[in-house]
DNA sequence: TACTTCAATGCAAAGGTTTGCAGGTAGATC
DNA sequence: GATCTACCTGCAAACCTTTGCATTGAAGTA
């Protein structure tokens, strides 16, 4: 019942090898030749099948989407920019939820790895050996992972976390915490990593609870342990972890930002509208998108899969590009943030506080210049 | 480079006829050799080519999910049920946005055609006609739209917004107003018709505004309209756009809920978190997407594509299902509703309120049960 | 006129899999 | 011991497309 190469070939009176030139090597096909088929392919809505393309010239013309857990609002707004951008240069994209089980991310890059051109791989939380052994079999691009040897898209979260610190500790707070996200999470890792330095350099104490699962219950059920650990103000891992301790510590009668100031990061889009509003460091989500996504492709057009030669396959080599790309976060500071207990003293060590973060206007959607590429 | 049917065969010393039927038949096949097959396709870390495997079953284990805006907090949990339930019966997701773009969607619809087996329409925009024409071309569920002759999965907004009318009317509002949703949605033009009936019943006279883009922005660009139209109450097309109302109302310093009660529809996870919460209908979304997934995977194996028989390819009829679920929805009551000017006093017309809607103990993730059929 | 060149088209193999049919072997039955 | 019956396996065609090579014919050159 579907129209073939075949339809269109018997309606306009030449071989099928014409038909499909005319489609993928128009300049080899006769000007006249060339409107009659078009027209008789577009009459019988003939669309070329990619299965069957994808069979002889191993480019099936789709991505992989491997996401964490698609109902973290972190993630949609990824997505979105990710399918976009695969669409308008033709791609089609698997999107696949793994809630944040390593063991399914391998099981879906296997699956996926026969259909796909390449594969994104969004805060994966299997080790990294794993995933540079999957890099053989599908090209792979990492996103929020920095690991060596491999295509990567980073938000520069330690940036950010050194930023909320010191807007902390200009505040005026010296005792604080970093709600940690879950275990295996490189963005975590590098949020303790930055956050325990700045804090050490504005000569704050930093105290670790979690890790947390990434979810709203996850700050809410650290309400009690925060109130408890006596520090005035938090970082958390993300957003819906910050938001979750909003409502925790509402509920403990522990006020906002007037007894602890909290921090999130993302800067989802929920974080303008609790009360008070959030204040967060702003990762470029949708560029991350875009981005991975065309490394991923610029990755498939300079290597690709297999080539053909007179019927024999030639395996072309392995080499890949290995470019990291790092996009800049930005403080916006909301309500959720206030003067500590030493506000107005002056701090013990350091000198000055530097260029500190501004006001943000909140436009909503922060627009992000393309990142700097700090390695390949 | 990637391993096929046959190097197991090769590895195993039997013909790839055998080692096709170890996966797809394997009663056909002795036992001993079974077992050395699977050994051999383990080792060799073999996975059946499923482009290949559709090439001639015509059957590709691929559906498409087509959503009007996936950064639409709405949807998420949707797809991610949907892709869920799929990948449960071994079926890929491919996800595609269409920016509440109508002729997008057809154009998707066509280019997935031939990659799937069929189509998930998620809140479809374009006309009813078309969608039909395009169910020819594709096994099509819809899901949020009622069709006459197509399988939908229906939330039950009438009875939503009834119930939201009935509320406020019961808390003594007469003036309400309702945000229309986009053109050409089926929801919006559904809870204006049931919110209408309520509102007639109940005494009350509804205003209706709009159309709007269903979106935060859509909400506050209504709340001046909203004051100036001397309404206490008003019922949105979504949470989102009720949300941006709150903030628009908030900004224009209209007290929620002293002065103007607000009702959502959804309960997204949003919903729990503005201040005050959103008194909102909820829809089962996520149970929608399993259904909707089930209905297309049931159609899928009453009527398969083409069957092969010796060499001939058969069409097999173009006979459907045309099943229509609608999943019930239920009011949770918030924080944004309360008193009216006329509380209190005995309403107009008619005599008692009836079983009014239950304060819910708001659990967060609403189970429902499995909708009812309404027609086949 | 004879030869080369080039553009346009056809031919056929290949890609990985499924599946109807036919062949082969072994056990059971009489 | 011959015949029948299962069971298992191999053969080859088919799915739809791309692409290197061969073929054709016309235009250009000497």
Chains 1, 2 share one sequence.
């Not at 857990?69 to 972190?74: E, G, L, S, T």
């Not at 997505?79 to 391998?106: C, G, L, M, P, W």
């Not at 342990?225 to 993300?238: D, F, I, K, P, W």
């Amino acid at each position: 019942m579907p129209v073939t190469i075949r339809d269109v070939a018997r309606a306009s009176g030449v071989h099928i090898s014409t038909v499909s030139r005319t489609f993928s090597a128009p300049h080899l096909v006769n000007p006249e030749t060339r409107v009659r088929v078009l027209a008789c392919a577009e009459d019988l809505g003939y669309r070329p099948n990619r299965a069957a393309r994808a069979l002889i010239t191993g480019r099936t013309h789709n991505i992989g989407l491997i996401i964490a857990d698609i109902a973290n609002p972190f993630f949609p707004p990824l997505i979105k920019a990710a399918e976009s951008q695969a669409r308008h240069r033709d791609y089609h994209v698997f999107v696949a939820d793994t809630n944040e089980d390593a063991a399914a991310e391998e099981e879906l890059v296997h699956a996926l790895a026969k259909q796909v051109d390449g594969v994104l791989l969004c805060s994966p939380r299997m080790s990294n050996s794993l995933i540079e052994q999957l890099s053989r079999e599908v090209p792979l691009v990492v996103v929020n992972r920095q690991l060596a040897g491999l295509p990567c898209v980073l938000m520069d979260v330690g940036q950010g976390a050194r930023s909320a610190i010191e807007h902390l500790a200009g505040l005026g707070h010296r005792e604080i915490a970093l709600l940690g996200g879950p275990r295996g999470s490189w963005t975590s890792r590098e949020l303790r990593r930055a956050a325990g330095a700045a804090a050490r350099a504005a000569g704050a104490e930093l105290t670790v609870l979690g890790p947390n699962p990434p979810t709203e219950t996850g700050g809410l059920a650290q309400a009690e342990q925060v109130r408890r650990a006596g520090v005035t103000a938090v970082l958390a891992y993300n957003d819906l972890m910050a938001i979750g301790l909003l409502e925790g510590l509402d509920a403990l009668g522990v006020r906002v930002p007037q007894e602890v100031s909290v921090v999130g990061v993302d800067d989802i889009s929920l974080s303008r509208l609790t009360r008070p509003k959030l204040t967060t460091v702003a990762t470029p989500t949708a560029a991350a998108g875009r981005t991975a996504v065309d490394m991923l492709l610029q990755q498939d057009t300079d290597f690709p899969r297999t080539a053909r030669g007179g019927g024999a396959t030639v395996a072309v080599g392995v080499r890949r590009t290995t470019a990291q790309v790092m996009l800049q976060t930005e403080l916006v500071i909301r309500d959720s943030t206030g003067p500590g207990p030493y506000a107005g003293r002056e701090r013990p060590g350091t000198a000055a506080v530097g260029p500190g973060p501004h006001r943000r206007a909140d436009p909503g959607n922060p627009v992000v210049a393309a990142g700097d590429v700090v390695a390949s």
